[in-house]
């Protein structure tokens, strides 16, 4: 989820439940126009729907470091370009927004411009947040000027030339941003509606569901790509073979998204970051609609599971043998698992997508749902990195990969060691 633009981040005045309440009561299909008074107005229904929205767009997932205050910016984004820094989004008026208006503000949003006029890089995904309305983007703008102020200077970003230039980042933006607005199909009703702005906007699902081009760029397709960099597959949601929702209960999805845990999935990797910091705090009928969106898109089928090869049966055998010592007391020597604990593996879409690196991933450094509301004591799976040198491990998957129905291609020691050193942040 490529050369020129930056890989999108992993992106409260009132109680979460007063928070859900507002959102619950927007009116689902208006959009304040700019200009209007109540749009940018610091209310405390204002603040609180802003505070709302920032949840939703998982803010402060890249505007806050590793124990640092909340919005005060630092937290480092590794890119194949180089290193960035989460700006400070608190209202210092030195080292964070203070000085910005709320025109500013959308400007940023909307079309990818700081208050200097400098163009942004859309590791801030601008690209997306584009088709939030201004109201929205105002509500935003109240709420990130009613917290503390935290004086704490911006990191300079690290990328080498030509990706520090300019000059660069106009030319890709003529080739692959043009500022737009959401709207609204009035034929799929106020849920869809609702659920794909969500999605297409501030939930910028595509960011890492979607596969970028030689040049950075991604389409809003939600059809997989992997991550670099952070070294994770962000399946496709359209494909019923990877992670495609068409065949999901609705209230299974909703699980997922709202718990990290489900009868039909887990989250884990970056998405259980998604679910802890963002997803578990939306109100339900926002989840519902997103839901009811990324069900409703197109399916582009199943594609194969391997490609026809056959491992050797003493690997099999191995493989055998190393799943009965490590992992059959959990997930059951017939592959069933007891759910939502231990989730099964026969019929594991997880553990037969290609590239397996979601699966090599967890087997050597744990699979740990997010500590949830809904699930505050989720259940992990230990990492057996240190046990497992990179040939048990791949012996290891190529027999799951392979048992009680699953036919994905085996999986070799040197993809194993590929991600062994990949950083888990």
């Not at 729907?49 to 910016?73: F, I, N, S």
């Not at 690290?158 to 080739?175: I, N, V």
């Not at 970028?212 to 359209?238: E, F, K, Q, V």
């Not at 299974?252 to 884990?268: D, F, K, M, N, W």
Request: one cysteine or more; glycine letters at 10%; aromatic letters at 8%.
């Amino acid at each position: 989820m490529k050369r020129l633009t930056l890989l999108a981040s992993l992106a409260a005045a009132a109680a979460v439940a007063a928070v859900a309440a507002v959102a619950i009561a927007w009116p689902r299909e208006e959009f304040i126009p700019a200009g209007s008074p109540a749009a940018w107005a610091a209310t405390p229904d204002n603040i609180a729907r802003g505070a709302y929205l920032a949840r939703a767009g998982d803010c402060v997932a890249c505007h806050t470091a590793r124990g640092g205050a909340e919005y005060a910016g630092g937290r480092a984004l590794d890119t194949p370009f180089g290193r960035l820094y989460g700006p400070n989004l608190t209202p210092d008026p030195e080292t964070g927004i203070g000085r910005w208006s709320a025109d500013d503000f959308w400007n940023a949003l909307h079309n990818g411009k700081s208050r200097d006029g400098r163009l942004l890089y859309p590791a801030f995904p601008y690209t997306h947040y584009t088709r939030v309305a201004r109201a929205d983007a105002d509500a935003l703008y109240a709420y990130f000027r009613s917290l503390a102020p935290v004086r704490q200077p911006n990191r300079p970003h690290e990328l080498g030339f030509p990706y520090d230039q300019q000059a660069l980042l106009a030319g890709w933006r003529l080739l692959y941003f043009r500022p737009g607005t959401f709207a609204p199909q009035p034929a799929r009703g106020a849920e869809w509606n609702r659920g794909a702005y969500l999605v297409e906007g501030l939930g910028h699902c595509s960011a890492c569901h979607s596969t970028r081009n030689r040049l950075g760029a991604t389409g809003d397709t939600l059809s997989g790509g992997l991550m670099p960099t952070i070294g994770w597959y962000a399946p496709s949601l359209t494909a019923s073979g990877e992670a495609g929702l068409g065949d999901w209960d609705k209230e299974h999805i909703v699980a997922l998204l709202q718990t990290g845990v489900s009868p039909r999935g887990t989250a884990t990797g970056p998405m259980a970051e998604v679910v802890a910091r963002s997803l578990q705090h939306l109100a339900r009928a926002d989840l519902e609609a997103m839901a009811t969106y990324l069900q409703a898109l197109p399916s582009t089928g199943t594609p194969p599971a391997d490609s026809g090869a056959r491992a050797p049966e003493p690997l099999l055998a191995e493989g055998r043998r190393l799943y009965a010592a490590h992992c059959a007391a959990c997930h059951g020597e017939d592959g069933k698992g007891k759910a939502p604990a231990y989730p099964p593996l026969a019929g594991n879409r997880a553990v037969t997508l290609t590239p397996a690196v979601n699966a090599i991933r967890t087997v050597l450094h744990g699979g740990f749902p997010p500590g949830t509301a809904g699930n505050p004591r989720p259940y992990g799976m230990p990492p057996f990195g240190h046990e497992l040198d990179d040939t048990q491990v791949a012996a290891l998957l190529t027999y799951v990969r392979a048992s009680w129905g699953n036919a994905a291609a085996p999986v070799a020691a040197p993809e194993v060691n590929r991600y062994r050193s990949v950083p888990l942040d």
